[in-house]
């Protein structure tokens, strides 16, 4: 962790998400928010609202945000940093723009910013920069002072993401029968995206097949693993596989699908398998219904034991880690040279995200990044 205590330049947080629907009357118009302009099938539109109605019509993914927003603020406190946090989505309420006018009213001008999404891709990352040129463009529209905004670097591999969930597996290898735990498989999931976007995720010199989208979560997988390895004395065998895919049946992503591998595993006779959502912050829709609902199902249904194991969410290693990610990039703002933690072979990822990382298929202006039009 960075010894270094002053968060100068910054004098903000902005926790940056996706956002989800509270109530049924949210669901739609939500998804309409989600898929502006992304072409996204109305057949897929009506299962995934489906998923949400399955659950009163809540996404978790807000409750988590309060909780890692309430972890993040007891965490500076106690560490005696003074620096107010706010939140804003996306997709839904709070909305982006209105935490972005308000921290501008607040008289907030230099803010690093946390999206809750540890890996470089389009979606996870260049969208939510784009995101955020947007919202500046609208209070430049509105006559305010602009602030500037620097994102906080990819957190896959530090080592206060990844302890979580390596006690996450040890659980959830424990939860499972004596009989079975020692040959338990240990299924990594993220969230499946076009083969096009994985190619080009990350900086240029990295685009090939998977580019840094799998990388990353290659990293860390096999550091989680060696982790469990190391703690439990047993090489579980593992495997990268995703989940959630959506977009036209012939445009090719990712693959294997997890009900798949779960089939695989089965007809190849493991025992058990334990399903490690490591492309999840929190327990998104996508864990309680893909995983918790529907793979869940197709291994019972295959008489395979499995368990899910848990995400990161509010964990108070995160948030510390969160704290550190700031220090050390106000550290670096600053020009004094700092400690940049990070587990796994890939080392700490870029603070500035360069040209051509992780490109759109569209001309958008995105902030906070070399390509950045507000510097
Ligand atoms: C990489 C990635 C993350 C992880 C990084 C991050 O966390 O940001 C993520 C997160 C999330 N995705 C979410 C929800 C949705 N994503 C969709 C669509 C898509 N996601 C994609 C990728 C990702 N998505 C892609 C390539 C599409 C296809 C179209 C497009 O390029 O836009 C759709 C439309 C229907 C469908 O296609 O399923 C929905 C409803 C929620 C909220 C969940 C909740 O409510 O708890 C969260 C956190
Ligand atoms: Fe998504």
Redesign the pocket.
């Known amino acids: 962790m960075s010894d270094q205590h002053d968060p100068a330049p910054y004098d903000a947080l902005l926790l940056l998400?996706?956002?989800?629907?509270e109530g049924p009357d949210d669901v739609v118009p939500?998804?309409e928010n989600?898929?502006r302009g992304?072409?996204?099938p109305k057949e897929?539109?009506k299962?995934?609202g489906q998923h949400?109605f399955l659950f009163g019509g809540v996404?978790?993914?807000?409750g988590?945000n309060r909780a890692l927003l309430d972890a993040l603020r007891t965490d500076f406190t106690a560490a005696g940093l003074d620096l107010p946090v706010y939140w804003g989505n996306?997709?839904w309420a709070p909305y982006l723009t209105d935490t972005l006018r308000k921290m501008v009213h607040d008289g907030r001008r230099h803010i690093a910013v946390l999206?809750?999404?540890?890996?470089a891709?389009?979606?996870?990352c260049r969208?939510?920069r784009e995101n955020l040129a947007d919202a500046l463009a609208a209070l430049e529209a509105e006559g305010l002072p602009l602030p500037r905004v620097d994102k906080l670097r990819h957190y896959f591999n530090h080592p206060g993401f990844v302890e979580p969930v390596v006690e996450g597996v040890l659980a959830s290898l424990a939860d499972l029968d004596d009989t079975v735990r020692a040959g338990a498989h240990l299924a990594f999931t993220?969230?499946?995206?076009?083969d096009s976007?994985a190619d080009s995720s990350g900086p240029a010199a990295g685009h090939g097949s998977g580019g840094a989208?799998v990388r990353q979560h290659l990293d860390t997988a096999r550091t989680v693993a060696d982790a469990v390895r190391d703690r439990t004395g047993t090489a579980h065998p593992w495997k990268l596989v995703y989940q959630?895919?959506?977009?036209a049946p012939h445009i090719p992503?990712l693959e294997p699908d997890i009900c798949d591998h779960l089939e695989e595993l089965h007809a190849t006779g493991a025992p058990a398998a334990v399903m490690v959502p490591i492309?999840?912050?929190?327990?998104?829709?996508?864990?309680?219904y893909d995983l918790d609902t529907e793979a869940t199902a197709k291994a019972a249904e295959l008489g395979l034991p499995v368990r899910r194991s848990a995400t990161v969410g509010a964990d108070p290693r995160f948030a510390a880690a969160v704290r550190d990610l700031l220090l050390e990039r106000a550290a670096t703002e600053r020009g004094t040279p700092t400690r940049r933690c990070a587990l796994g072979t890939l080392g700490p990822s870029h603070d500035l995200c360069p040209i051509d990382c992780c490109p759109a298929r569209t001309d958008h202006p995105a902030a906070a990044g070399a390509d950045s039009p507000y510097s």
């Open positions: 998400s996706f956002g989800g629907p939500f998804l989600v898929t992304r072409g996204i897929r539109l299962e995934v949400y996404s978790p993914i807000n988590h996306r997709n999206t809750t999404s540890a890996y891709s389009y979606s996870g969208q939510y993220t969230h499946s995206i076009p976007a989208y959630s895919r959506s977009g992503w492309g999840f912050v929190s327990d998104h829709m996508e864990v309680l």
